[in-house]
């Protein structure tokens, strides 16, 4: 069975730091691209992160572009997303997914998790 499960949300102050946790299981991940999305109460969806699986190769969005880190550990098949000087309007449940390099469709998704940012 696979699994997305993420960790790390919590409740931090503007300029504040947290770091977001992806543990990936039940398959192998090596053609795979990461994603983070996040989605705040009455706004769509909206992409901010991605690592290809294999090279490392990374995307972002413009929102969280020096802000933010994605990375991977292909020994604890984990993919991270540092977050650094959060703003208020980072304030959403930020979900993980993966796809097959190169295609659309997402295949997997995880929970989510909350994170707060405070004025």
């Known amino acids: 069975q696979v699994q997305l499960v993420e960790s790390g949300g919590g409740l931090v102050q503007t300029g504040g730091s947290l770091r977001l946790s992806c543990a990936a299981s039940g398959r192998t991940f090596r053609n795979y691209r990461m994603d983070w999305f996040r989605q705040a109460p009455g706004k769509e969806r909206e992409f901010v992160a991605a690592v290809n699986w294999s090279d490392g190769t990374t995307f972002y969005s413009d929102s969280v572009k020096g802000r933010f880190t994605i990375s991977r550990d292909n020994t604890k098949n984990t993919v991270y997303l540092q977050m650094n000087s959060l703003k208020p309007e980072d304030t959403a449940v930020y979900s993980c997914?993966?796809?097959?390099?190169?295609?659309?469709?997402?295949?997997?998704w995880g929970q989510g998790t909350q994170v707060t940012v405070s004025s």
């Open positions: 997914a993966a796809r097959i390099v190169s295609t659309t469709q997402y295949y997997y």
